[in-house]
């Protein structure tokens, strides 16, 4: 009708809490900024129970444990219990190689709804290499046994790259053996540790469009046994990804340290600053925050997204992938085929995944001068 | 391995561990919630999701919707069957 109850700001769905950018495991994908956090920078219990109250009181109905390894944390147990007690729908986000039946009975008595746990492979040999950790696939699947056997729900989540999507089937095969009920295939996302590693990660187009194809034949045949969620590897795909469902519109993400952000790579856009649940409330930063502001609706577009007929379906794509490849946090996302950028982005992933993979750079805390860097030049065309 | 579950009059339905439906005081409205995915159910599904808690089956649902929607049972029964199966395929509905 007017102007104020167009910009509504819907109450957001759910909390991404990283309790912790702690890891035992160093995958070269992670997510976590290349700036890991310290633990005594780490919020304390009575901290996180206050944003956990208030993002429930905003309207959040999930609240997602997450890291780092959020096992790391003595009193997740109590987080949980929390959380759940206030109606909060509660998922753990977990690597699974710290965890046992007993600490998993703890959680699940806290009022744990479901848990979630990343694999790096299907075959032993290459997960651990991959999650730069000794014996980790024998212990996850361990884990993953008891926590169906606890009555869990269970996804796995496997993040997939060049170097494990030909395994794609056996990773699908192994979560129905396991007994989850869904499975998260999600193909590498290229900021912070994952850009460094790009050339050793990214998959050829060939490998990615059977991928595809393999994924839609298992979710057909799987009904009603296994659900699969994929994330598309958007450098060969036409539109890209529409992040996070809107800016501000679904998620808030709350840093080890207490920094509020839109999505969880958002600390990849040097040119924004975000507040902090210490020194503001949550609501206020969720309302009025200049981070959540920044890219909140279409004003902020320039063409070719202003325009768009997609621009309320994808939102112009991801904005740390627009600021990482295009220097501007505002530019469409080079994974558009509109994107004047998107063949010089497909041409990178192309040469990249043709030439022999380079080493991993681990994310760890001893790396983090080295990823500080500036990428290597990409490979100079043939 | 459990194989896909097909849904018929005499099914039991109940939500599985791990799937809630809830009503959300700051939206005003019913929510199913499920592992990483919130849904809103549209009035008919929440009168259906209301109903399966794991001692009526279908037939019961059926009727009881009738009665209170005055609606042909032919109908309802196709309807109810079809939402169902499709929260089945999705893991959100056990029997």
Redesign the interface.
Same mark, same amino acid.
Do not use: F, M
């Given at each position: 009708m007017n102007a104020p109850a167009a910009r509504r700001i819907p109450?957001p +769905?759910?909390l991404l809490a990283e309790l912790t950018h702690r890891c035992p495991l160093q995958c070269p994908y992670c997510s976590n900024p290349l700036e890991l956090e310290r633990v005594d920078r780490e919020l304390d219990t009575a901290t996180w129970q206050h944003v956990i109250d208030q993002a429930h009181?905003?309207?959040v109905? &999930?609240t997602?444990f997450s890291g780092g390894e959020p096992t790391l944390r003595p009193d997740l147990p109590e987080l949980i219990r929390h959380a759940a007690s206030i109606?909060q729908?509660t998922?753990l986000i977990t690597a699974g190689v710290l965890l046992d039946r007993a600490k998993l009975e703890r959680l699940a008595d806290a009022g744990l709804?479901?848990l &979630?746990l990343s694999i790096q492979d299907s075959r032993a040999e290459s997960a651990n290499r991959i999650g730069g950790y000794k014996n980790g696939h024998a212990k996850k699947l361990a884990l993953a046994k008891e926590v169906t056997a606890v009555?869990?729900?269970l996804?796995i989540n496997a993040v997939m790259h060049r170097q494990n999507l030909d395994h794609l089937d056996e990773i699908i095969e192994l979560s +129905?053996?396991l007994g989850a009920?869904?499975l998260?295939v999600a193909h590498v996302q290229y900021y912070g540790w994952a850009l460094k590693n790009r050339a050793a990660l990214m998959p050829t187009r060939a490998q990615a469009e059977a991928a595809i194809d393999l994924v839609k034949a298992a979710q057909e045949r799987l009904?009603? +046994?296994l659900?699969i969620?994929y994330v598309v590897p958007d450098y060969y795909a036409r539109y890209p990804k529409p992040c996070m469902g809107g800016w501000g519109k679904q998620n808030l993400n709350v840093t080890p340290s207490g920094k509020v952000l839109p999505c969880h790579a958002a600390e990849t856009i040097t040119t924004l600053t975000f507040d902090n649940v210490k020194d503001k409330p949550l609501a206020e930063i969720w309302h009025r925050g200049a981070a959540f502001e920044a890219f909140r609706g279409t004003e902020w577009m320039a063409e070719p997204c202003r325009s768009c007929a997609r621009r309320e379906l994808d939102f112009g794509g991801c904005r740390c992938q627009a600021f990482a490849f295009a220097g501007q946090a505002e530019a469409t996302d080079p994974a558009c085929t509109l994107s004047p950028l998107h063949q010089e982005l497909v041409a990178i992933a192309e040469r990249e995944a043709g030439a022999a993979e380079p080493d991993f750079l681990y994310r760890n805390p001893r790396n983090i001068q080295a990823a500080a860097l500036p990428a290597p030049a990409p490979l100079p065309a043939e | 391995m459990t194989g896909r579950v097909q849904i018929a009059a005499s099914s039991v339905p109940r939500l599985p561990r791990g799937v809630k439906l809830r009503h959300d005081s700051a939206r005003d409205a019913w929510v199913v919630l499920a592992p990483e995915r919130v849904f809103m159910p549209d009035d008919i599904a929440v009168e259906i999701l209301r109903r399966c808690d794991g001692k009526a089956d279908v037939d019961g649902i059926v009727d009881e919707l009738c009665q209170a929607f005055s609606a042909p049972r032919d109908q309802v029964m196709t309807d109810v069957l079809g939402m169902l199966q499709d929260l089945a395929d999705k893991g959100m509905i056990q029997v």
């Open positions: 109450p +769905v759910s009181a905003l309207g109905l &999930q997602h109606g729908y998922n709804d479901h &979630q009555g869990l729900p996804t +129905v053996e009920k869904r998260e009904k009603g +046994v659900v969620d | -």
